[in-house]
Structures are given as C-alpha cells and as structure tokens.
C-alpha cells in the first residue's frame, strides 16, 4: 500500500517575490510592497510608487500572503505617473482646504509641460504670498509623511459625506453609481474619494511645485515621465487656455459640468437637446474658422491642418470643406504622407527602427516647390507613397483654379521648419484636438488622452479589425510621437478647434466595453483595458441613434454621412 504523499501543513512565516530580472526577495508574509521593494538598490533612483503582482495593479500597502511575480511600477510609467500625479491632487486639496476654508478648489484640465491648470471659486484667487503660503504648507504635508489611509465605505455613507461637506456634484455622481460601496482615502482627517490608487503617504510628493498662471488660476506642476524628479520650465499657453475657457462656457451654457450632470440629463430624457446644443456648437465654431480663412483668401493660400491622434481631424476637414464651397471657396486637399521620402533615405530612432514621425521623413523640398508652383496656377504631377515598396510614384496631375485653396494634413502642420520659404500670412494654420473639460468631479479630471484612446478603440475595431489590446499596445508609441512632434508646436496655430463633444464618452461606452473586456488576463494591456472599464463604469449609455450624421462622433462609431464626401476633391479639367 501506497502511503499518501501530500499533506497539510502550516504556512511558513517568509514568502518570496520573483522580479522580472530574475531576483527573488524573501520576507514575512502579509508584509506589504513598500516593505519589500524598499531593499532594492533602485528604490532611491526612479520613485517606485505601486507595483504588478501576478498581471494586477497593486497598490505599495498591498499585503503580501502568497509566492509572487511582481513588477515594480515607477513614476515613469503611465500608471505610475498617474498615481503620482492623483495623489498630488488630493495633497493640494488637503492643504487648500486646511489654509481657505470653505474656498472651492477645482483641477480643470492638463498642461503640455506636465501639471494640471488650477482654479479657486468662491473667492477671489490666491495672491503670490497665498500661492507660496500654499506650496509652503504642501511641503510641511510632505515633510511629515503623512500615511494615506484607504477605506471601504457604503455608499450612503459617502453621500452623506459629501453632501454635508457641500460637494453636490460628487454626492450627484454618487446616485448613478452601480457598486454599493466606494474607496475614501484619507489624510489628517481629509476624506475624498479620487478614482484610483494611492501613494502610500505624502512623504513619496516630494517634486512639484505652484506656479501662477493668469489671474485666473495657476498650475499644479509635476515632473514628467521621461524626467522624474525634474520640473520642466512652463512656457505660455494662451491659445489652449483659451479653447479650455470656451469649452468651459460651453459646457455653462448646457448645464452640463460634470458627469453626474451628464447622467440626470441622460437619465431624464433630456439628452436630445444636449446633443443637438452640442453639435450646433461644433458647427457654430467650423463656420466661424470658414470665416476666418475667407478673410485671409487673398494672402493665405495655404490651410495647415495637424493635431493628435483620434481628434477627428478628418471630418472637422470635411466639414470645414462644406462651410468653404458654401462661401465659395473650393478646396483641394494635398496629403502630407505622399512627400515621404524613398525608404532607405528615412531617419532613424534610437533604436535603429525607421522614424516616420520626424519631419526629416518628409520631402520638404519637393512639397514647398509644388505649393509654389500650385499657387503660381501650374500643372504639378502629385507625388504618390506607396507604402508596402517604401517609394515615392508619379500620382495625379493637378492645377489650383483661382477659387481654390489648399488644405494640407499632417502632423507637422504646426511645425515651422515645414514650410520655411513661406510668410507666416501666406498660411493659414489649424490644430485639432479633443480638450474635454468635463470632469468626474472638481478634483477627479477627464484626461483628454483617455478620450481619444477610446475613440482610436473603437475606430481601429470597426475600420482595421483591430482588436483592443493591439490599439492599446501601439499608443504609447503613438504618443511618444505626438510629445515629440505635436504638442510642442500647437500654439503656432492660427485658430484651435475643439473636437469634444460633451456626451461623447457615454456614447462611445456601449461600443468600447465589449472591446475592453475581451483584452486578456494576463496580457500587459489587460491592466489598461481594466482601468478603462472601471472608467467608463461613471457614465450612463446614450442612444447612438440620437447622434447626427454629420457628427465628429461618427468618424468613430461609424454611420458618417461624410465618409463618401468627395465634391471638394475638384478634379483638373
């Protein structure tokens, strides 16, 4: 008779991590991440601020009981970064609070160089001695390393919380919620709730700083991912600043400043005229930049159009095409991609792979001959890209008629260095973007790349067969190339165009999820996949069918009855 070999016994005291290089670290167990990855040498180098056990985000207070594959998660990372940055949030909340009261503070939206624009309501604005005397108290926050304490509450009770604290608008998001609890974090006696993971304690917020802005507000800097512990220097942003005040006022005009107030106009019928408000108010903002290039027809030939990924720079271009051929301008669309150069001549990253997005990987001198040419009204045969071959083909022949004017589209559109033998007044430059400004509440923000990755989600689904996890993997990359070769030159532009829409999120909720949740387990882009569901779980559905054909929206959801527009393509008699 066999003896059985297995049997029960008592845990062991230590349990082991295993780190992606193949280091094991071995400590008690139920001892927490901070504990154990404090030993590293790295510790003091990048600041690790979570980490991944067995393919889940995890907090540094997270326990551990059981044998782990665990990768640690620095603010160099994007979840890393956002944990950071939303703990800073509630650090200036907690110190705001504590020196002004019953003053509102509110996180609008982001800033290029890395920090989130700032607001006081309820008051007049800080004052440079208040805004030193703020930062001053964050620090002291920092120097005590205060913990963050996390708990689990029912969720009347963090409505009574809010309310009582006169924080209608998180009480009102609270009413849609699904779940029946919710995470408070906690520091002094400060509780709020912020939608996601928690630094361990404010000793960990050592780099940021209060910078003013305008008399308006100032800015919550912070470093950014490539340079952790370094503050960028913050230039001037007034254009964008004042798209973000535009959408703002727009979003006044509707009632419509939150997501709790999205869902009550959802929920009570009323989002018709959300939509319909909406949509005018994209029309509204295509037909005035139509004006604007009108004025400018005599000296300004040439309409750039550049921005970043998901910003429906295609339909607003479409759309901007009907106002101009109703006021008697007819376009003629050139494509930047054409002006690649032959592939062996196309520059390298530094990583040895072919650079598409730098500017060098276009024929800037063929292209400015040809716009010359054009605009001199000569014949000029268009160069043609193929892309599978890697070189530049003979394409169509065409003339520029005096009533036409060409619109150009590409990401360099903005970029000086494009079209260096043409005047400033000889062009007329547009940039693209989706700056929401609706917020989950007056401390939790809507990051504008959330909203266009979803959109690129879903787009790339239904248009490339792409499934999630293929969009999510490649958009760090896509990203990389907008800091690089975007976002450094949007206020070049001659105008901003908004491509928000204040409904879009709910509307694009019915398509992403069942996208996201095919991502799996397992995989790396299943914890981005995750925090996008969890995201999304805010928002109440909107009927797709309410939305106009004509809407930006449709360029992503499909159903555009601007898809097959081709009347401004006028073709050379």
């Known amino acids: 008779m066999v003896e059985n070999a297995f049997e029960l016994v008592q845990p062991r005291p230590k349990v082991e991590i295993h780190l992606p290089d193949g280091r094991i670290l071995s400590g008690p167990r139920g001892a927490s991440l901070e504990q154990f990855l404090r030993s590293l040498p790295e510790w003091q180098d990048t600041p690790i601020v979570g980490a991944v056990v067995n393919h889940e985000l995890r907090e540094l207070t997270y326990p551990v009981m059981m044998e782990a594959r665990v990768i640690p998660v620095t603010t160099a990372d994007a979840d890393g970064a956002r944990i950071y940055r939303r703990s800073l949030v509630f650090l200036l909340e907690v110190a705001f609070e504590e020196l002004f009261g019953e003053a509102v503070l509110s996180v609008d939206h982001s800033v290029s160089s890395g920090g989130f624009f700032c607001q006081v309501h309820g008051r007049p604005g800080l004052s440079d001695d208040e805004l030193d005397r703020l930062k001053r108290h964050m620090q002291k926050l920092v120097e005590e390393d205060i913990p963050f304490e996390r708990s689990v509450v029912p969720l009347s009770e963090a409505i009574d919380l809010f309310t009582a604290k006169k924080m209608t608008e998180k009480a009102h998001l609270l009413k849609f919620r699904q779940k029946e609890s919710l995470v408070l974090?906690?520091?002094?006696?400060?509780?709020?709730?912020?939608?996601?993971?928690?630094?361990?304690?404010?000793?960990?917020?050592?780099?940021?700083?209060?910078?003013?802005?305008?008399?308006?507000?100032?800015?919550?800097?912070?470093?950014?991912?490539?340079?952790?512990?370094?503050?960028?220097?913050?230039?001037?942003?007034?254009?964008?600043?004042?798209?973000?005040?535009?959408?703002?006022?727009?979003?006044?005009?509707?009632?419509?400043?939150?997501?709790?107030?999205?869902?009550?106009?959802?929920?009570?019928?009323?989002?018709?005229?959300?939509?319909?408000?909406?949509?005018?108010?994209?029309?509204?903002?295509?037909?005035?930049?139509?004006?604007?290039?009108?004025?400018?027809?005599?000296?300004?030939?040439?309409?750039?159009?550049?921005?970043?990924?998901?910003?429906?720079?295609?339909?607003?271009?479409?759309?901007?095409?009907?106002?101009?051929?109703?006021?008697?301008?007819?376009?003629?669309?050139?494509?930047?991609?054409?002006?690649?150069?032959?592939?062996?001549?196309?520059?390298?990253?530094?990583?040895?792979?072919?650079?598409?997005?730098?500017?060098?990987?276009?024929?800037?001198?063929?292209?400015?001959?040809?716009?010359?040419?054009?605009?001199?009204?000569?014949?000029?045969?268009?160069?043609?890209?193929?892309?599978?071959?890697?070189?530049?083909?003979?394409?169509?022949?065409?003339?520029?008629?005096?009533?036409?004017?060409?619109?150009?589209?590409?990401?360099?559109?903005?970029?000086?260095?494009?079209?260096?033998?043409?005047?400033?007044?000889?062009?007329?430059?547009?940039?693209?973007?989706?700056?929401?400004?609706?917020?989950?509440?007056?401390?939790?923000?809507?990051?504008?790349?959330?909203?266009?990755?979803?959109?690129?989600?879903?787009?790339?689904?239904?248009?490339?067969?792409?499934?999630?996890?293929?969009?999510?993997?490649r958009w760090e990359s896509v990203r990389r190339g907008e800091k690089r070769h975007i976002f450094p030159y949007q206020e070049n532009a001659d105008v901003f165009f908004n491509s928000a829409l204040v409904y879009e999120l709910s509307a694009l909720k019915k398509f992403a999820e069942p996208l996201l949740r095919q991502v799996p387990f397992g995989n790396p882009e299943y914890i981005e996949a995750k925090r996008l569901l969890a995201f999304l779980d805010w928002f109440l559905p909107v009927d797709v069918d309410l939305i106009p054909d004509n809407s930006l929206l449709r360029e992503f959801i499909g159903g555009s009855i601007l898809q097959e527009f081709r009347l401004w393509e006028k073709p050379l008699d």
Not at 310 to 316: I, W, Y
Not at 401 to 425: C, S, T, V, W
Not at 441 to 459: F, K
Request: aromatic share 8%; hydrophobic share 35%; glycine share 6%.
């Open 185 to 473: 974090y906690s520091i002094n006696g400060h509780r709020d709730y912020h939608h996601g993971y928690m630094v361990p304690s404010t000793g960990y917020l050592r780099w940021f700083d209060l910078r003013r802005l305008n008399h308006e507000g100032f800015v919550l800097q912070f470093p950014r991912r490539h340079a952790p512990r370094e503050l960028l220097p913050m230039p001037d942003y007034p254009k964008l600043l004042t798209s973000f005040r535009q959408y703002g006022s727009w979003l006044k005009r509707l009632g419509i400043e939150n997501v709790g107030a999205l869902n009550e106009a959802i929920a009570s019928g009323r989002i018709r005229e959300i939509i319909l408000v909406a949509e005018a108010l994209h029309e509204q903002q295509v037909a005035e930049i139509a004006r604007m290039i009108m004025e400018r027809s005599r000296s300004a030939r040439i309409v750039l159009i550049a921005g970043p990924s998901s910003s429906a720079k295609t339909t607003t271009l479409k759309r901007l095409a009907v106002q101009l051929l109703a006021q008697g301008i007819s376009p003629l669309p050139l494509e930047m991609d054409n002006y690649f150069v032959d592939r062996e001549m196309t520059p390298k990253d530094e990583n040895g792979q072919y650079d598409f997005e730098r500017l060098e990987a276009l024929n800037t001198k063929l292209l400015q001959e040809h716009l010359k040419r054009l605009i001199a009204g000569e014949e000029v045969q268009l160069p043609h890209y193929d892309f599978k071959l890697g070189r530049s083909r003979p394409g169509e022949v065409v003339r520029l008629e005096k009533d036409q004017m060409i619109i150009l589209e590409g990401i360099h559109g903005m970029n000086p260095r494009l079209l260096p033998d043409f005047a400033p007044e000889e062009t007329f430059r547009i940039y693209v973007s989706c700056l929401t400004q609706l917020n989950l509440d007056r401390h939790n923000r809507i990051s504008t790349t959330d909203s266009r990755l979803l959109r690129r989600i879903v787009r790339d689904a239904r248009e490339r067969g792409y499934s999630a996890q293929a969009t999510i993997s």
